[in-house]
């Protein structure tokens, strides 16, 4: 880049991760394209949420990607790897849920005829895209160890479970010159497969990363301790609640 | 805030199913909602297993022919280096502009590309020390892409040619000028840039539909794979013309 050029971004998001804003995760041209559909700037800008927290993006993402039992609606919304989904996506790295929501939200239960198979989806590409650079390296960083347990433990559960998921190709990118709108059906195994060996997803890149090997024995072994440790969990959680 | 969350999604999951109650309109009795229940329970386990059955048997055939396909490849692999050098040597490096618009001509051309591509990476990196060291070996890694598209023939066509006539223009003695254009119309062609106000108020405008349209987009702005490498030609253009003036200096 010349010395005497300069860009005014007025899109990046003021929270900070690993020292740099957290929408540079995803490329400069995605990003643009992703802030100037017409989803965004109806449903996701900050003066359409009324706000710029995790409460507001909760109804919209509940309102495009909850399922309930018995009833279809809604079905254009409820693909993997559409606009909408990388809008929304684009909007959950740049309000960046701490912890406890990501706990929250990973364990939803359904109940009354509710699922939540396409946030689980959503929250997955989320985690490998946000955090792909975390390493159990530092034994004194309790926030990080607790993050890499949880992302651990959800890859794992999921590359067990066979649900399906409508989709784009994982190859395919939405927004490419080239690009034939096709659909496909996908199980979450799959897309944890994919996330956990592949370097870029709906032509988006996903950075190297080392708490997503969860294919050595070892790592298998682990994964399991920590599983029965989030169970525990969840039943803290049912107890502080009752 | 667990709590907020907790009442925020069951505020939100009833008033999606109150949704989509009144989209229904009439809804039905009790006893045919029974049925198709039980109907798919009965009717979902036995594919699941079948589905379970067939992907087993598929993930280990094509899992050994993967094997044996690899293992195959990598035996072979130098002596298919040899006739690819081999072959490399009999091509002419010279673009004929006749052949840019043909598709018989394409698997040529695309080849020309390549190799003239080569040529100037090893004339940069014979002057490595007089011309720009440090942007040379971002750009061998930005063109990679391009270079392998260009060996498989698997480049769009219409981005071989707007190449192909890049290249063309930059063989030529003293036509820098036209190689410059037609990067230009390589890179951004005639389609309207996304300068300006983007995001005034929430309706869709025509012009701004020309603009954002997913079809109408410049080639720069058709992924950041392209854009590097696109940017990467340019650094090649800029070379040429620095080696074309420093050579005729020379002599």
């Known amino acids: ?242 | 805030m667990d709590l907020d969350l907790a009442s925020i999604l069951k505020g939100e999951i009833s008033k999606k199913k109150k949704e989509l109650a009144n989209s229904k309109g009439v809804q039905p009795p009790c006893t045919e909602k029974f049925q198709p229940h039980e109907s798919a329970n009965i009717d979902e386990t036995p594919r699941q297993v079948e589905q379970e059955s067939t992907d087993e048997e598929n993930l280990s055939d094509n899992q050994s022919d993967d094997i044996r396909t690899t293992i195959s490849k990598l035996e072979n692999r130098p002596e298919r280096i040899q006739e690819a050098i081999a072959q490399d040597k009999t091509i002419s490096v010279i673009i004929d502009p006749s052949q840019i618009g043909s598709t018989e001509g394409k698997p040529l051309l695309s080849m020309k590309c390549n190799l003239y591509i080569h040529e100037i990476l090893s004339r940069w990196k014979a002057s490595l020390e007089a011309y720009h060291p440090e942007l040379f070996l971002d750009t061998k890694k930005a063109l990679f892409p391009l270079l392998l598209q260009l060996r498989r023939n698997q480049l769009a066509p219409d981005l071989l040619i707007s190449l192909a006539t890049v290249l063309y223009h930059l063989q030529q003695p003293k036509e820098i000028n036209l190689a410059v254009q037609s990067y230009m119309k390589l890179s951004i062609g005639n389609v309207a840039w996304p300068i300006g106000v983007t995001s005034v108020g929430i309706h869709a405008r025509s012009a701004h539909s020309k603009i954002q349209g997913g079809r109408n987009a410049a080639n720069i702005m058709i992924d950041e794979r392209t854009r590097l490498w696109i940017t990467s030609i340019k650094r090649l253009i800029t070379f040429e013309e620095w080696y074309t003036s420093n050579h005729d200096s020379l002599a």
């Not at chain 1, 990003?31 to 507001?56: A, C, F, P, Q, W």
């Not at chain 1, 939540?116 to 159990?136: D, E, H, T």
Request: aromatic share 10%; hydrophobic share 35%; with cysteine.
């Open chain 1, 1 to 242: 880049m010349a010395v005497n050029e300069f860009q005014v971004e007025s899109n990046i998001s003021p929270k900070q991760l690993n020292n740099q804003s957290v929408s540079l995760v995803i490329p400069r041209l995605t990003r643009d394209k992703i802030h100037n559909s017409m989803y965004y700037k109806v449903n996701l800008s900050n003066e359409s949420l009324r706000g710029n927290t995790m409460v507001e993006l909760l109804k919209v993402m509940i309102g495009a990607f909850g399922t309930i039992k018995g009833q279809n609606g809604h079905l254009h919304m409820m693909v993997l790897g559409g606009i909408e989904f990388k809008c929304i996506l684009m909007k959950l790295i740049e309000i960046r849920p701490n912890f406890q929501q990501l706990n929250f939200l990973l364990n939803v239960k359904n109940e009354n005829g509710f699922d939540s198979k396409y946030i689980i989806a959503l929250l997955l590409v989320y985690a490998r895209l946000q955090y792909y650079y975390l390493n159990g390296n530092n034994k004194n960083d309790d926030d990080e160890n607790d993050l890499i347990k949880l992302f651990k433990v959800q890859l794992y559960k999921y590359s067990q479970h066979y649900f399906k998921l409508k989709s784009f190709p994982l190859q395919v990118d939405c927004f490419a010159h080239s690009y034939n709108e096709e659909l496909c059906i996908i199980h979450i195994d799959e897309l944890v497969d994919w996330l956990a060996t592949q370097d870029h997803i709906w032509g988006i890149p996903l950075g190297k990363c080392q708490w997503n090997k969860i294919y050595n024995s070892d790592e298998e072994s682990s994964s399991s301790e920590s599983e029965s440790n989030g169970d525990s969990e969840d039943d803290n959680d049912t107890s502080s609640e009752s």
